[in-house]
Structures are given as C-alpha cells and as structure tokens.
C-alpha cells in the first residue's frame, strides 16, 4: 500500500478545478494542494521566474509532504517548468497541463477553434509545440484572458465584470464562427457558467483537468503507486498567502469533501 499523497499545485486556486476531477477518479487518494496566492498570477511573469517558483512549490510537496506524484495544475508552471522539474527529480511522476488543441481541432465542424489562456501559456513550448503538431488545418484564434485569473481568485467570477471581459474575448470568436474553445488555464472552468451564458451552445466548451486526472491515474498504476486501501482519501490544503480565500472556493466548489479536509495551513 502506497498511502502517500498526490501533491497537486497551482499559482492559486484555479488547480481545484483539477483537484475535483482527480478526487472523483482516485478517491482512496490523499493529496496536498499548494497554492502560491503569494505570487498570483503566474501568467505574466518571465519563464525563469515560474519555474523559480514552482522549483519552492515542488520542493515544498515532495521534502515536507513526501508525495509521492506532482500534478502541475497550472498551464503556466507546465510550459514553463515541467522540463527542468522532470530532470531535477527523475523519480516523481509529474502531470501537467496542456492546452487540449487536438480535441478541439479533432471535433470542430468549422474548422474554427479558440484557445483561452494566460500570455505565459501561449508562448510556451508546448503550446507552440501542440499546435504545430495538431492544428495546420484548423484556423486557430489564441486569446490571452487577462483579468480572468484575478477575478475568480477574487471570487468574483459571476461579476459583471467577469461577463464584460469574457465578452470581450469572446464574441470576436463567435463573429468568425469558432465552434471549440479551450480553456487553457485552471482557473477558467470556474467561469464556465458566465462563459455558457456568452456563446450560448454555439461553442463547444473544453476543459482539460478529467483528461489531467486520468493521466494521474495512467502513470500511479504504471508506476505502482496506486493506494490499495479502501479507506476514503482525505485532503490537505497549503498556501503562500491568503488561505481562507481557498477554503471559500473549496467549500464553493468541492463542497463534497469538506468532510474529508485535514487542514488548511497558510505558509509563512
């Protein structure tokens, strides 16, 4: 039995969007979710500055929690770091995000699809990488969502400011009849709701964290590292800078495992 935790970090709380579909596919899994609020957001710092941090946040969760697998639920700390982190610890299992262009160009009927993400993300390797790999016979509409990350850590994502940036975003894709659209950040499936609202079923909305989980899930297996016990998992959360504001969206959003959070600890 591998009873160790999945450690899962984000630049804030957006990774819960990743951390529900993780505790829904591998509920007999204990995990730590660090959020670097200190730092928020990720997307408009240099590429040596996120992986600076998110080399303090891994290190954090494999020296102080002993994880035993790193979920990187940050699309900015993937492009950014996830190279340097798999040398550094050859003998984690790391999963991270990435934007899921080959979905959407798979599926979509005009051959239009739209990228929402940080300007971190879409300058990464991988996204270019991706892009090139799946998307040369779609039109593709890459967007940098500025604003959007501020909002739902402020939890403000059902503002009217909220719908305003996203229409802003958003109609233009609308007008040139993009059909897909994925969101390329973890903090924007918290948006959703606002983001229906806009498109009104004329799009096609992608949110890549179940495919994140199952990723999880692919590598514990291969690696024999699942938790054989039956007991239910319980969760622990960790963040640099303002934790109620992550137990509030906990509650918010993950109501489910309220009974099943250790603590949350807010780090100095």
């Known amino acids: 039995m591998n009873s160790n935790p999945i450690g899962i970090f ?27 609020a200190a730092h928020c ?4 710092r240099s590429a040596q500055e996120v992986r600076e941090l998110s080399l303090s946040m891994v290190s ?17 700390a993937t492009a950014a770091a996830i190279d ?26 005009t051959r239009s699809i739209g990228i929402l993400a940080t300007a971190g993300t879409l300058k990464g390797r991988l996204f270019n990488e991706t892009k090139a790999r799946y998307a040369t ?37 609308l007008a040139d009849g993009v059909d897909q659209l994925v969101l390329g950040c973890t903090h924007y499936p918290f948006l959703q709701k606002t983001i229906e609202e806009i498109v009104q079923g004329k799009m ?14 692919r590598l514990l297996e291969q690696s024999s590292l699942l938790n054989s016990s039956s007991e239910p998992a319980h969760y622990s959360f960790y963040s640099t800078g303002r934790v109620q504001q992550l137990q509030q ?20």
């Open 84 to 109: 340097e982190l798999r040398r550094r610890f050859p003998h984690i299992p790391f999963v991270g995000m990435e934007p899921a262009v080959k979905p959407a160009a798979e599926h979509s009927k």
């Open 10 to 36: 984000d630049s804030g709380v957006g990774g819960l969007s990743v951390l529900k579909e993780v505790a829904a596919l591998l509920p007999h899994e204990h995990v730590c979710y660090l959020a670097d």
């Open 137 to 173: 016979e779609v039109k593709m509409y890459p967007v940098a969502g500025n604003g959007l990350v501020e909002l739902v850590q402020a939890g403000r994502e059902d503002s009217p400011e909220a719908l305003l940036l996203l229409q802003k975003y958003l109609l233009p894709m």
């Open 249 to 268: 969206m906990q509650q918010k959003y993950l109501a489910e495992l309220s009974g099943r959070c250790a603590f949350y600890e807010e780090l100095g």
């Open 41 to 44: 957001p990720y997307g408009s």
């Open 60 to 76: 954090f969760l494999l020296r102080e929690k002993e994880c035993k697998m790193v979920v990187m639920a940050c699309n900015t």
């Open 204 to 217: 096609d909305i992608i949110n890549p964290a179940p495919a994140v989980a199952a990723q999880a899930k």
